[in-house]
């Protein structure tokens, strides 16, 4: 699973652009990540300039 710090996000675009399976949602106030699209390749993670997005395990609880 992708982590979305959201409270950091300025909504620039720079992930939706980099995402090869276009699993980024993004409008003027939310960025969502469709778990099921998403391949977890990391192009996000690597490609956004203030450090949102980052690969948490799942923890089973
Ligand atoms: S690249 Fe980073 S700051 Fe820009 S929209 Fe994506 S998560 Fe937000
Ligand atoms: S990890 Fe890859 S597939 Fe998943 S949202 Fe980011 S760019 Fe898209």
New binding site residues.
Partial sequence: M?QIDKYKCDFCGT?VS????D??ELSETTLE?DPV?????????KACPLHV?SEEPVHAE
């Fill in positions: 992708i992930c980099v995402c090869p399976h699993a980024i990540i699209t998403c391949t977890e390749c990391m192009n996000c993670v997005l």
